[in-house]
Structure formats: C-alpha cells, structure tokens
C-alpha cells in the first residue's frame, strides 16, 4: 500500500491571506481540551471520573529567517491589543487550509555566529480554529 504522507515543503504561512516570507518551520497547532473532576464516594472501579470542559486552540510557533518586513509586520501584531487573522495552507491536492484568530505572544530571534539570523513567533489563538479544502 503506497503512503498518503504529504512532504512540509510547499506549506504557507499566512497574515490576513497574505503569504509570509522565509518561513522555515511551523509547530502547532496544539489544540487540548481541559477536564474537571467530579469523582465522588459514590465513584467505583476505583478511578477518577471527569466531565469535559473548555477547549483550547492551542499555540502556533514559527521559525523564520529574519527579514525586516516580516519582523515588522509580527512587532505590529504584538503590539495590537486585537487578535490577528492567519492559515497555513498545506500543499495537499485539496490544499487543505487551517485559519484563526491569535495575538503574537512571543516574538524573538537568534543571531548565531556562523549561520543566518532567525525570527521567531509564538501565536495563541483565540477561539475555534476552523479546518477546510
């Protein structure tokens, strides 16, 4: 059986439907769902019991090579008090797309000695991510 696996490169990044520039990774997202406990001394089998609480669409952290437009454009971001539209698209055949509103929480970079000069950004997003093709 052949893999459906889809290789990272072709993949976007954008800002507001807009493709940012030099991106070299994308971690996330992470969506988790919280839980609350209501074991009780009628519980039985001797485990925990727990309901389902609220969910949470996680963070989305990027690595780029640092450009100063990009930078720019994420300082402005962070220093919005308003969460911010962005995607990533995958290069699958039906370029299968997620979108959300996040607020740039982190903002970095790494200047090594014998190697390019990287960005970072960490994005928590606000609500409901939304997945289409």
Not at 40 to 57: C, H, K, V
Not at 59 to 69: A, I
């Amino acid at each position: 059986m052949a893999s459906n696996a889809i290789a990272g490169v072709g993949t976007k990044f954008q800002r507001a439907t807009v493709d940012v520039a030099e991106v070299v990774s994308i971690d996330g997202p992470n969506l988790s769902r919280g839980t609350i406990e209501v074991t009780n001394l009628d519980s039985t089998n001797g485990y925990r019991e727990f309901i389902a609480s609220f969910r949470d669409g996680g963070t989305v952290n990027l690595t780029m090579n640092f450009t100063r437009d990009t930078w720019d454009d994420f300082k402005d971001d962070f220093d919005s008090d308003s969460p911010v539209s962005y995607g990533i698209v995958f290069p699958d055949t039906g370029e299968t797309t997620f979108t959300f509103d996040a607020y740039v929480v982190d903002l970095g970079s790494s200047v090594p000695f014998d190697d390019k000069i990287q960005s970072t950004v960490g994005l928590k997003i606000d609500g409901q991510l939304t997945m289409t093709s």
